[in-house]
């Protein structure tokens, strides 16, 4: 069975260009998550996915960060224009959707993102 | 306020031999469930063991297995007869049940390496 896919593996951009992250997850997950993942530190959530709706997008960066998931399957991350601080690894997660403490997420390689 | 907590920024561990990485955690939740993942350099989040805060007994996977005081809020990751490939950065996650939102909260990590 295939994993999370992300693409692009890595971006260098300069600042103010955008740039889009794209994300598939496992086949029958209806959860995905997108993280962010600064150096040295431990992932942190941006937005979380049930189906084709946002529910949680509280820590998305909202002035320049966009994020959709049509069709509840693929989802692109979105920043316009990019800052030197958002230079991180940017990391998409699914599961099913089962609401309990033990719902296990499974991560994608991720997209090293260094901005100029 | 840090909900998850790992102490070891770094450690090293001669091959075959067992490691024991700590993670602390907080919450008020009666019902929470800690997650260990490995991030080798690849940048993919591996999952590696599950425990949930109602279960009795500690998680084993394979060579991995979760030292779960739960008085002590404490889940520590044994990997036994450490191999080459478990060379990577582990980290410790949790998942509460009561937060509604459904996210993993992740400590800092802890990087392990293996030497021959």
């Known amino acids: 069975e295939a994993g999370v896919v992300q693409s692009p593996r890595y971006k260098i951009i300069e600042k103010k260009q955008p740039v889009a992250f794209w994300c598939n997850p496992i086949s029958g997950h209806n959860t995905l998550y997108w993280y962010r993942q600064n150096l040295g530190q431990g992932p942190e959530l941006l937005i979380r996915?049930?189906?084709?709706?946002?529910?949680?997008d509280s820590q998305l960066p909202k002035d320049r960060f966009s994020a959709e998931r049509l069709k509840g399957v693929d989802s692109t991350l979105k920043i316009q224009p990019a800052e030197l601080g958002d230079s991180a690894v940017y990391l998409c997660?699914?599961?099913?959707?089962?609401?309990?403490?033990?719902?296990?997420?499974?991560f994608g390689p991720g997209t090293r993102l260094l901005v100029l | 306020a840090q909900k998850i907590t790992q102490t070891q920024p770094g450690m090293f561990v001669q091959e075959k031999e067992a490691v024991t990485l700590d993670c602390t955690y907080d919450t008020s939740d009666p019902s929470y469930g800690l997650f260990w993942y490995k991030q080798p350099s690849s940048g993919e989040m591996i999952f590696l063991i599950y425990q949930g805060s109602y279960d009795q007994q500690n998680a084993t996977e394979g060579r991995y297995s979760l030292n779960f005081q739960k008085a002590r809020k404490s889940a520590n990751l044994v990997i036994s007869a450490s191999q080459l490939g478990d060379s990577a950065m582990y980290f410790c996650?949790?998942?509460?049940?009561?937060?509604?939102?459904?996210?993993?909260?992740f400590g800092a990590g802890t990087t392990v390496t293996v030497r021959a």
């Open positions: 997660a699914s599961s099913l959707a089962i609401w309990t403490e033990q719902e296990t997420q499974y």
């Open positions: 996915y049930e189906n084709e709706e946002a529910v949680d």
């Open positions: 996650a949790m998942r509460e049940e009561g937060s509604n939102d459904y996210k993993l909260s």
